[in-house]
C-alpha cells in the first residue's frame, strides 16, 4: 500500500526532465506553475461573490476546489506518485462535476429530469461512479476529463448561438482561444516530448498549468454570465474585468439591476 505514495509510482511522466533542479521535486517547472492555481483563485471569488450571492453561495465551490487542484497538481508533479495522480484527477473531475450540477441548462436537462435539485444528485451518482472506475485504467482519466471539457464547450456554444452582445462574445473568443492554446501545450507535451527535449524546452505542461487556469477564469465568469442571465435576469447582468476595463484582466460578473450586489472595483 505504501508504493502509492512512492515517488515516480504513477505510470505518468511528463516532457520535463526529472530531478533537474532539486533532488525532493521531480518535475520542479510543472510543480511551481501549479501556484497559478492560488493565486487566481482568490482573486475569482472575490470577483464573483456578488453573483454568487444573488445566484447561490455554492458557485463559489468551483474556485474553493480549484485550489484544490492546485494543491494536488504541486503534490503530484513533486512526486509523480499514484496517490499524487489521482488527486489531481479527481479533483478536477469533481470541479467539472459541481460546474455541471450549478450551470448546466435547465432547457437542456433531460426529459426525465424535473428540476436542477434531481440534476446534481444525477450527476454526483454519475461522477461517484466516475471516481471509482478512474481506478480501473489511471492513464486513460486525463483523456476521459479532457472529454468532458468538449462537452462542456460543446453545450455553451449551443447557448451562445443566439447571443448577439459584443462583449460576450468576445470573451467567448477569448476563453476559446486560451483553452485552445492550452490544450496544444498539454497535447505537445505529451506526443512530442522528444522535439522538446531535443531543443531542451520541456516546459509545455507548466505552460498548460497556466493558460488552463486563466482560460477557466473566462470560461466560468462567461458561464456564470448566461445562467445569471437566464435564471436571474431581473438582476440585469453585464461582464467587466479587473483590474482595469480591458480583455487583458480578469473577467467578472456586474450584477447592475440591485444595488446590494453591484460591485466597484
Not at 43 to 63: D, G, K, S
Not at 187 to 214: A, E, K, N, P, T
Not at 219 to 240: C, H, K, R
Request: proline share 3%; charged share 15%.
Amino acid at each position: 500500500m505504501a508504493d502509492v505514495f512512492s515517488y515516480q509510482s504513477s505510470e505518468v511522466d511528463w516532457c520535463e526532465d526529472n530531478y533537474r533542479h532539486s533532488e525532493n521535486v521531480v518535475e520542479y517547472f510543472n510543480t511551481m506553475s501549479s501556484t497559478v492555481f492560488f493565486l487566481i483563485a482568490p482573486i475569482m471569488l472575490y470577483l464573483l461573490h456578488p453573483y454568487a450571492r444573488e445566484r447561490n453561495l455554492a458557485v463559489h465551490l468551483v474556485w474553493l476546489m480549484m485550489v484544490f487542484v492546485g494543491l494536488f497538481s504541486m503534490y503530484f508533479h513533486m512526486t509523480l506518485s499514484f496517490v499524487g495522480q489521482m488527486l489531481d484527477e479527481l479533483s478536477i473531475l469533481w470541479v467539472l462535476a459541481i460546474s455541471y450540477s450549478l450551470w448546466f441548462p435547465r432547457k437542456h436537462f433531460p426529459f426525465f429530469v424535473k428540476d436542477r435539485t434531481y440534476f446534481s444528485w444525477m450527476v454526483m451518482v454519475i461522477t461517484t461512479l466516475t471516481t471509482l472506475s478512474s481506478f480501473v485504467k489511471p492513464a486513460a482519466n486525463a483523456y476521459v476529463l479532457n472529454c468532458f471539457a468538449l462537452h462542456i464547450f460543446y453545450s455553451l456554444f449551443r447557448e451562445l448561438k443566439s447571443c448577439s452582445n459584443e462583449r460576450v462574445l468576445r470573451l467567448a473568443q477569448l476563453t476559446s482561444g486560451l483553452w485552445i492554446l492550452a490544450i496544444s501545450c498539454w497535447i505537445g507535451d505529451r506526443f512530442g516530448c522528444s522535439f522538446w527535449q531535443r531543443i531542451d524546452f520541456c516546459y509545455l505542461h507548466g505552460i498548460w498549468h497556466i493558460l488552463i487556469v486563466m482560460a477557466t477564469a473566462y470560461g466560468s465568469t462567461l458561464i456564470a454570465y448566461l445562467d445569471a442571465s437566464f435564471e436571474i435576469p431581473y438582476s440585469l447582468p453585464d461582464l467587466q474585468y479587473w483590474p482595469k476595463d480591458c480583455a487583458l484582466g480578469l473577467p467578472y460578473i456586474v450584477l447592475k439591476g440591485t444595488t446590494k450586489t453591484q460591485k466597484t472595483c
